[in-house]
């Protein structure tokens, strides 16, 4: 009922869209933790137990929470299917993913090779930094006007 009742109060349309949006924006918020925690989880596996490089270690961590990223976003967050076939709509999230794996692994090397920040700091930094080019080009291009 306290959803019914926000609606009541709001004030103009833009008002509404904009509640909206932030709703739909937390929604991805939660779906992309849950890829981050992945993407933490599999890399500290591959660098700390695997014994795996630690920039070697940030490729698979990275596909494999763009996949967890990816099957949650179409139940939680998108709609799925809709502007492109979902053998497409895979291409082109790993597509966008790619690139934004380019983005990361500079920000990571930069982190912790120039900067010198611990491996898992340079990790979670570069992973904040793509964040927002995922969300952003998914939403805009991929998902565009097909939200839950």
């Not at 992309?32 to 695997?50: E, I, K, P, Q």
């Not at 961590?61 to 998108?78: A, G, Q, R």
């Not at 597509?95 to 692994?105: P, R």
């Amino acid at each position: 009922m306290e959803n019914l009742e926000g609606l009541k109060d709001t004030s103009s349309i833009s008002d509404f869209i904009l509640m909206i949006r932030q709703q739909k924006l937390f929604s991805y918020l939660c779906v992309a933790f849950v890829g981050f925690v992945t993407d933490l989880m599999v890399y500290a596996f591959l660098v700390y137990m695997a014994d795996v490089d630690y920039m070697i270690a940030s490729i698979p961590s990275f596909f494999v929470s763009t996949f967890v990223n990816y099957v949650l976003s179409i139940i939680f967050v998108f709609k799925s299917n809709i502007k492109f076939s979902r053998s497409r709509e895979i291409f082109y999230i790993y597509l966008v993913s790619g690139i934004g794996l380019v983005w990361h692994q500079l920000f990571l090397y930069i982190s912790v090779d120039i900067i010198e920040l611990h491996i898992m700091a340079g990790k979670i930094l570069s992973l904040g930094l793509v964040f927002f080019w995922n969300y952003l080009i998914r939403r805009m291009f991929i998902f565009s006007s097909t939200d839950k």
